[in-house]
Structure formats: C-alpha cells, structure tokens
C-alpha cells in the first residue's frame, strides 16, 4: 500500500497484514481485520447510496459494539466527519449537537432520537438494520455499490468530537485526517502495542481515549475487546481474566476498581502487562498496588486534551524514577510553558503549557473565535495549542502537571465543564441558583443550589438535562450562595458551607 495518509487506511493496510487476525471483539461477538475492512466497505457503499459524501456529517450514537468502528471507517472512507456519542446523550443534549453540527445522517438506538433527526429533515437509521448491511448473514450478502470516485484528502475533517469548555454548551473538536493518522502513529511509537496484544476497553466509544483503541489496534495488530461502563466496577477483574487482556487502558476509577478487586481475589491474576492511564492522573499508591499485585506489570501515565489528542507520555515505570510528571512530548511534537504573555519560561517555571505539531487538532466547529484564542500560530509555524492548563517543564524537557482552568475538572475519566452542570441545574424548575465545587482530593464535585426541591430531585431532573456521567453525584441545599467582593461565588466560602452542611447532617 502506498503512504497511509487516511483514517480508513490504518484498517486497509491491518487487513492486508492480519487478515485473520481478531480485530474487535464485543461480548461474544468476534471481528477480524478483514470482516472490519468489508464491513466498513459495505456501510461505505450504502452510505454513499444515501447520498451521504464528501463533508457531510455522521452523527453515531449506538451502544459500544462492532458497528461503531465499521461506521467510523466507512465515514472516512466517503470522505463523511463523524461524531461518535453515548449511547445515553438524548434530548436537549442531542438537540445541541444535531443543532450545531447540522449532521446528513444520524443513527441511533433510542427512537425519539431518531424522531429528533427526522424532524430536522436528517435522515435516521437503525442500528440493527446496518447491523445486517455490515454484517450480512451467509449467503445473504448485498451486491456491492459504487464509492465516491474520489478519495477525501488529507487535510479534510475526518471527526468532530463534543467535549466540554467555558461556554454552558459542548463544542467540538475538528480533527482532520493527516491530524488523526499523526497522533496514533505517535502513540504507538511510545506505547509500542504489539500484535500479540488484547487490549481490553472499558471505556466508551464516545470518549477519544476509548475509540483511539481501535485505531492503535489496526496500526500494532493488537486485538481490541470492547466491555461498557457498567463492565469496569465489579465485572473488570473477571472480564480482564477471561479476555487474557495484556493492555488495559484505564482512568481513575477503573484502576482503582481494579485495586480494590485484586485484594479481596486472591486467586485471580490478569494477565496483564501494561497499563496506561488519562483523564486524570492515578495516584501514586493506585499505580504501586497494581504492579505489586501483578508481577511484571509495567505503567505509563500521559496527559492530553481532546484538542491535541495525546500531548506527553512517559516512558514504561518512568514514575518511578521522576514522580509526578507526566512525560515527554510525543515524537515530532514540542512542548512549551509561557507566562501570561505567550513568550516562554525557564525549565522549573509554572506557567500554561502549550502544544505545538501535527497533533494539535484544526479548531472548533464554528467557533471562530474560541478557534483564533486557543490555537493561534507562532513564528508561521505549526498551530500551537493554549491548552488554559499549567504546568512546568524540567531540565531534560519531563512535563509536571499543576492544574487546570478553574472552569473545568475531570470526574469518572472525563471533562465536565462547571458552566455546563450549573447551566443544566438552572433549568431545574424551583432552582434560584447553582454552584459546583470541583473535585478536590478523593471528594468527587459537589453541586450546591439555592432551591425549595431536595437534593436527590434536583440530581434526577438534571438527569433530563445533561448525560449521566455528567450529573454530579451530591447535591447540598443551602440557604444562600456566598459571594466575593466583586460579586461571583466564593468557592472557598462555599466549600465551608458544604462542609458544615456536611457535619450538621451526620
């Protein structure tokens, strides 16, 4: 095959590779490189019958299983941007998405999902009927349609992921094809996945951290299982065990589930030998009590955004010897920390760190402005990234991570923006005002609102308004929300309040 250039040919050049080779596996449901490849060519083929091409949006919200990755290949391959969501974003949250990125095509499971897409004029598909377009039982297999003529270039949108940011609504992230094809060449030359590998997801499609799984598994041969949310609590050990899993890319939650596990099963050891981990970073004893518990096991923490993908990886147990940092910048990409005038600082100065290389993603969607502020060029070069987080870099160029903007934190492994949650609360009927404290230590975010409803309401409601793994997992009353000189919440004043509502309540 000739230079990979588009997501689709990762696939191609695995399936010309391993053919036989399990690819992606989902409960007992096993695909191979090659069934990839011919099921994303068959989606491809009615994609293209549906008019569906070159720049045009896909819009996937289906359960985590086959269908997703054969869909996001057929995408790329007419040249479609796809945007893969939970399963469970629906209603206003849906409503947003299918608002801003106007999407040609929409499938879904939830039938007033489909509704909503139809009511827009959006074409609505089934997954169970593309289910048999991809996967066509023997002997029943459709004739082959045309493709576009043309392939999309390098430089087209390939994928617009939703995440969250300062504004009470979720943006997206452009991603192009060279951008994408960049970044997991660039992972996989740190992480080194190996074709022997199974590399067990327990996280969900929807979350770049999960689906770059299935591409690093079709540039390694790595053979990718895919488990759910609900499989990473109790189900994680045993389903680890008997997947043979060697790979478990894990945030917080998961390795610290996967701890608390290991300790009361004796018995029972994964066959694991590399963990990585992002969303946030795994504490030091989580990571010390999972190599502790399996021999051999090796670490490699990263930090990243959406924005750039992956910025720095360490290198295998590099935490042992320099705790607290995060790593090197990825190979080809560069690092920087600059004071509050973008010119850059010494090595041991805290300042904002910035991307800068092909990983640094196209901007957002239709946000022109929030595109120029936080990716702006310097010198004519490579785009930079302003990523609002701080940090500083050592002597030999290891990054150490400090915090994030004030507006966003990650809870459960992912990026929730404080505007959003308070926005969704407001909109709770009886709510006068809303406040969420970002998770500190091992406390989770706590939402506090000035309401006549009770807590465990307000949590439900909300549940209507944004994505579960949004919602917070406490809601305190209070009588008023205190505030600073200049009129915002005092978020410190605040957190003694909880505390004493805390107390008070006992």
């Not at 010390?288 to 490699?300: T, V």
């Not at 910048?329 to 910035?354: A, N």
């Not at 502020?373 to 002597?395: A, K």
């Not at 923006?417 to 975010?445: F, K, M, Y």
Request: proline share 9%; charged share 20%; aromatic share 6%.
């Amino acid at each position: 095959m000739s230079e990979i250039t588009l997501l689709h040919q990762l696939l191609d050049a695995a399936a010309a590779s391993w053919p036989e080779r399990p690819a992606v596996t989902r409960q007992q449901t096993t695909t191979t490189f090659a069934g990839l490849r011919d099921a994303g060519h068959r989606l491809a083929q009615w994609l293209h019958s549906q008019g569906i091409g070159r720049g045009q949006r896909v819009v996937i919200a289906v359960p985590t299983g086959p269908l997703v990755p054969a869909l996001v290949f057929a995408a790329s391959r007419v040249g479609a941007p796809f945007s893969v969501l939970h399963e469970h974003v629906r209603g206003r949250p849906l409503d947003h998405v299918l608002d801003d990125c106007e999407p040609s095509l929409v499938v879904a499971e939830d039938p007033a999902s489909r509704a909503a897409a139809q009511a827009r004029g959006i074409i609505a598909a089934e997954p169970a009927h593309l289910l048999k377009v991809a996967f066509p039982e023997p002997g029943t297999e459709p004739a082959a349609g045309p493709l576009p003529a043309a392939e999309p270039l390098p430089v087209d949108p390939v994928c617009l992921i939703y995440t969250s940011g300062t504004t009470s609504l979720p943006k997206a992230v452009v991603s192009t094809h060279q951008q994408v094809v960049f970044a997991v060449r660039a992972i996989q030359q740190v992480l080194e996945y190996r074709t022997d590998d199974v590399v067990y997801c327990p996280l969900p499609l929807s979350f770049d951290y999960g689906l770059y799984q299935i591409f690093l598994g079709a540039v390694s041969g790595a053979h990718t299982v895919l488990g759910s949310a609900a499989e990473a609590g109790p189900l994680l050990l045993r389903n680890l065990v008997e997947s043979k899993a060697t790979v478990l890319p894990a945030v917080p939650s998961a390795a610290e589930s996967l701890v608390w596990l290991l300790k009361r099963a004796t018995d029972s050891r994964p066959a694991l030998r590399l963990v990585t981990n992002t969303g946030a970073a795994l504490s030091t004893g989580t990571i010390d009590a999972l190599r502790a518990a399996i021999p051999g096991l090796r670490a490699q923490v990263m930090y990243g955004l959406t924005e750039c993908k992956r910025a720095v990886i360490m290198p295998p147990d590099g935490d042992l010897d320099r705790p607290g940092s995060c790593g090197l910048p990825l190979p080809g990409t560069e690092i920087l920390i600059v004071d509050e005038e973008g010119e850059p600082v010494p090595p041991g100065t805290v300042g904002e760190i910035v991307v800068r290389g092909p990983n640094v993603m196209a901007g957002y969607w239709r946000r022109p402005d929030l595109t120029a502020q936080r990716f702006p060029h310097r010198d004519g070069l490579f785009p930079e990234l302003r990523t609002g987080d701080y940090g500083h870099l050592d002597e030999d160029g290891y990054l150490y991570f400090s915090g994030r903007r004030d507006d966003l934190y990650k809870e459960r492994g992912f990026r929730v923006s404080a505007t959003e949650v308070e926005a969704a609360a407001h909109r709770v009927p009886g709510v006068v005002s809303a406040a969420v404290l970002p998770p500190e230590g091992r406390r989770p975010a706590i939402l506090a609102v000035v309401a006549a409803a009770s807590g465990e309401e307000i949590l439900d409601r909300m549940r209507e308004e944004i994505e579960e793994f949004k919602v917070p997992r406490r809601c305190v009353v209070v009588e008023r929300l205190p505030l600073s000189g200049n009129g915002k919440v005092d978020r410190k004043a605040l957190a003694a309040v909880v505390d004493e509502h805390t107390r008070t309540a006992r």
